[in-house]
């Protein structure tokens, strides 16, 4: 029997799985795709995603709707997903390409992994998502773009970093805070205002939760806090010791807090 570290496949094996995959099963990439021509299918997209810096790590928080043209097509999507132990990954755009594109990425995180018995650096990390977002501009120019955005903890500085991205994989580091979306306008107007520096990690979800309220009101396709269907934003922090889940009881306490002060102030606008 041949050993299978000698078959074909092993011969060919890199450190990218995307790069093996184009090689050895290119029809199986969600970006390597053709429609027919004028051709733009409806389907859902997934809007507004906001990250921030804070004392210590980074953090990114994603509304739960996805939109279909004028039509609320989902109220539970979570845009918001662990890239590996000390990244994260927030996307926008068509939802589905972008679900398989984040699960390509984790992929070719944990392979890289296990080729090199090493984690890749968080800018390593953020080089290949851009060539990943790249290999799809044949699909965004007929109308089904992937924007995401990219946050980490980088243990060479010490610090959480978030890089932004355009369609053609373009990478760019944002500083601070930055946000991508049809809410993106609104929720970017809010982090200037409430974001600063030495933030607390609970000081950073109130200001991220709050800055997606700011773009739910004025944003028909982001979704705000839920109290009815106990719907709360997708929160991930990630710091030294890894990325967590912020809890969705605590989410509400911080949503809740947020409706009552603006109810008592009796805001118009």
Do not use: C
């Not at 409806?42 to 953090?59: D, F, R």
């Not at 068509?94 to 992929?107: K, N, P, S």
């Amino acid at each position: 029997m041949q050993d299978p570290s000698t078959g074909p496949l092993a011969t060919q094996a890199t450190s990218s799985f995307t790069e093996h995959l184009q090689r050895s099963r290119p029809e199986l990439l969600p970006f390597n795709q053709t429609l027919p021509a004028g051709t733009v299918p409806s389907s859902p997209h997934a809007t507004t995603i906001v990250a921030l810096t804070y004392a210590g790590g980074v953090l990114m928080a994603g509304d739960r709707r996805a939109t279909m043209g004028n039509v609320i097509a989902s109220r539970h999507i979570e845009k918001v997903f662990p890239a590996d132990q000390y990244s994260v990954l927030g996307i926008a755009g068509t939802a589905g390409l972008a679900i398989d594109i984040t699960r390509l990425f984790q992929v070719e995180l944990e392979h890289y992994e296990k080729i090199e018995g090493t984690l890749l650096s968080l800018v390593g990390k953020a080089n290949r998502l851009g060539a990943m977002i790249r290999g799809n501009l044949p699909m965004a120019m007929q109308g089904m773009a992937v924007i995401p955005l990219f946050a980490g903890f980088d243990h060479v500085s010490a610090t959480g970093r978030l890089f932004s991205y355009d369609v053609t994989g373009g990478r760019y580091e944002e500083q601070e805070h930055h946000s991508v979306g049809s809410g993106s306008v609104f929720a970017r107007g809010a982090l200037k205002k409430l974001w600063k520096p030495n933030l607390t990690e609970e000081q950073a979800v109130a200001v991220a939760v709050e800055a997606l309220y700011d773009a739910a009101d004025d944003d028909s396709a982001t979704g705000g806090p839920d109290p009815v269907r106990q719907l709360w934003p997708v929160v991930y922090t990630v710091n030294r010791a890894g990325n967590r889940r912020v809890p969705e009881r605590d989410l509400a306490a911080i949503a809740g807090a947020i409706v009552e002060s603006r109810a008592i102030a009796g805001r118009e606008a």
